[in-house]
């Protein structure tokens, strides 16, 4: 079945460190992906989606690009701040799982003033 | 605006007992699930509902029940409750039409702790 596997946390970097959080995925031909962030004591909200080959997800200072030919979807950013610290979690939503959403592990990060 | 309802938000409760949490939106969403959020797993698709009068089991739906009498409301029961249940459970909706690319609305997540 379909599947997320992003890297484990947790991740500390210090203020306007440049941010790579790494997602894979497993599915049958092509899902849509998303990132989901979650702040302390909140629920998860969307990051970012990229739902076809090559498009490129961005909101905040945050990117991710749908890399079909290494089926990943890495979140990136140049200039990480403390208000970043949070859970991001990659995610998928494809046919083969009847569009139902599948989450990574999440990965846990702490940014530094 | 606000969104997705849930209730209670922290709960704790003797094995065995029954509890029912709530989950209520104002978005007209027709697609509605419940997810438990447990350390290093991530989020696990408990049950879920397309559309009113329908549900569906999702990744772990042992041990629970759910509802959808109406668009709005999408309870989640726990009949007997066992401390392997203890977790953060968060209720989303979406607009999905059977297509890719809808995003999950969540709610602010319940607390539940078996004991």
């Known amino acids: 079945g379909d599947s997320v596997t992003q890297m484990e946390g947790p991740v500390t970097l210090s203020e306007e460190a440049f941010l790579t959080i790494n997602c894979t995925y497993t599915?049958?031909?092509?899902?849509?992906l998303f990132w989901y962030v979650q702040y302390p004591g909140e629920g998860l909200q969307l990051l970012l989606k990229?739902?076809?080959?090559?498009d490129k997800g961005s909101n905040k200072g945050f990117e991710a690009t749908y890399r079909k030919e290494t089926t990943s979807f890495h979140l990136e950013k140049g200039s990480v701040q403390v208000s970043d610290s949070a859970v991001y979690f990659c995610a998928l939503s494809g046919r083969t799982g009847g569009f139902k959403t599948i989450f990574g592990a999440g990965t846990r990060l702490f940014v530094k003033a | 605006t606000a969104g997705i309802t849930q209730a209670p938000t922290s709960q704790i409760l003797a094995a065995g007992r029954s509890m029912t949490l709530r989950c209520t939106q104002d978005m007209r969403h027709n697609a509605m699930y419940w997810y438990r959020q447990d350390l290093g797993l991530g989020l696990r698709l408990i049950h879920y509902?397309?559309?009113?009068?329908?549900?569906g089991k999702g990744e772990v739906p042992d041990g629970y029940s759910v509802s959808r009498a109406n668009t709005d409301d999408f309870p989640l029961t726990l009949a007997s409750a066992v401390p392997s249940q203890t977790s953060v459970y968060f209720c989303?909706?979406?607009?999905?039409?059977?297509?890719?690319?809808?995003?999950?609305?969540f709610g602010e997540g319940s607390r539940l702790t078996v004991l």
């Open positions: 990229a739902t076809k080959a090559d």
């Open positions: 989303a909706s979406s607009d999905q039409d059977r297509g890719p690319g809808g995003e999950l609305f």
């Open positions: 599915a049958t031909g092509y899902p849509s």
């Open positions: 509902s397309n559309t009113a009068g329908t549900t």
